[in-house]
């Protein structure tokens, strides 16, 4: 178990990476040859897979296998598997089902043109699942257990990554708090899975912008609290603010800090961007109480290879109000892995309701997000060697 320190809590911060190599394929293919296959006596039939891995939705279904890791204190982790994808036995006394000690990751396996199946900066992901651990009170789980799960689950799967651009498979890690115990404290059983769902965009109808509604009465985290670790509270405790955006005719909320209700943090699960007239951006800076997006800082980098400025910092919504209405601000986007870089066109609460560029999709969204998925689909030189490739 890793210790809260000075040090590793500046790296949630900053969200740094570790400088893995993954240039060598044979590496990737020797951490995933540590998991053992039972293989699936039922998978889906070739047709019933093609015919589901086509339909435009965002992780309803899941391909025929997972990966599988236990976790015990006396043991730490064994028995790497790929089972067949199915319900998990889970004692009613489970921890994670009475004080939520879970965490998660999302990223996405892409297929090229050539066949060929990568997943974008997946260390990245380790590093943060890393972190989110420690503030959970998890066990840590190495880079190459994290790679090689996905990486073996890709591997046996790999029929299921779809071909049509903007469709992958959604890899989906998670780390939850098995042990029959109702007392409080960190789990001495824990189960490590990676589950994978052929997925098409995360908001339908295609790149159109949504609304936002700001909300100021329910916050997802607080100082102090889990807002940089990627664990399921953030996202339950997003929830009933989301509504009330629905309840206005918003897709998403975007919480401001609970401390203040000053400032724009993030939105119920993406981070944004604002863009001003004169082609700088601004983004919340990682305070601790923001995720530190794997996209938001693939965009800082984007964003600094063609020289344009980016300023992270502490956005006030009062300022923000007031560059919308004199019309310094050109474009507002979020961005995430599932969201990759959507626009935003409307900003709504209780108090003010703005159009963001007309309401219409911004020049340099649009644009930017073709570059990322671009690179992720292997069409735009990989500059920073962001791919790695599976198989
Ligand atoms: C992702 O973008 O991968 C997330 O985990 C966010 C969730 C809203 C799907």
């Known amino acids: 178990m890793r210790t809260l320190t000075a040090k590793n809590m500046k790296n949630m911060k900053r969200g740094t990476v570790s400088g893995l190599s993954h240039h060598d394929p044979s590496k990737i293919e020797k ?82 043109a050539d066949g060929s199946i990568w997943l974008f900066r997946p260390d990245a992901n380790a590093e943060r699942f890393q972190n989110s651990a420690t503030r959970l009170a998890l066990p840590q789980l190495s880079f190459e257990d994290f790679i090689g799960s996905i990486a073996a689950l890709v591997k046996r799967d790999n029929a299921w990554v779809p071909s049509r651009r903007e469709y992958t498979l959604y890899m989906r890690p998670f780390m939850f708090a098995s042990e029959p115990f109702l007392g409080v404290r960190k789990a001495k059983e824990v189960e490590y899975c990676v589950i994978a769902s052929p997925s098409g965009p995360y908001f339908k109808g295609g790149v159109k912008p949504v609304n936002i509604w700001v909300e100021d009465t329910w916050f997802r985290t607080g100082p102090g609290g889990t807002g940089f670790a990627k664990c399921g509270g953030n996202y339950s405790a997003s929830l009933v603010g989301e509504y009330i955006g629905i309840d206005h005719g918003c897709e998403q909320v975007c919480f401001v800090d609970a401390a203040t209700k000053t400032y724009l943090e993030e939105l119920g699960g993406m981070n944004m961007f604002v863009m001003y007239k004169d082609g700088h951006l601004e983004t919340p800076c990682l305070t601790g109480t923001i ?26 919504l009062d300022d923000l109000i007031e560059d919308i209405k004199s019309g310094e601000v050109a474009e507002i986007f979020a961005c995430g892995t599932a969201a990759i870089v959507t626009p935003i066109g409307r900003l709504k609460s209780e108090k003010f309701d703005l159009t963001v560029n007309g309401g219409q999709p911004g020049e340099y969204t649009c644009a930017l997000r073709e570059k990322l998925l671009g690179i992720q689909m292997g069409e735009v030189e990989d500059k920073h060697d962001w791919m790695w490739k599976v198989q």
């Open 291 to 316: 995720l530190p997006g794997v996209t938001r800082r693939s965009i800082i980098q984007l964003a600094a290879d063609e020289n344009r400025d980016v300023v992270e910092k502490m956005i006030k």
């Open 31 to 112: 951490m995933a040859s540590r998991f053992e296959v039972f293989a699936n006596e039922n998978p889906a039939s070739d047709t019933k897979r093609k015919e589901l891995i086509d339909k435009p939705a965002f992780g309803v279904l899941f391909s025929d296998h997972m990966a599988h890791i236990t976790w015990t204190e006396g043991e730490g982790w064994t028995d790497r598997r790929i089972e067949p994808y199915g319900p998990l036995k889970l004692d009613p006394g489970a921890s994670v089902l009475h004080y939520a000690q879970e965490i998660f990751e999302g990223l996405k396996a892409y297929r090229h």
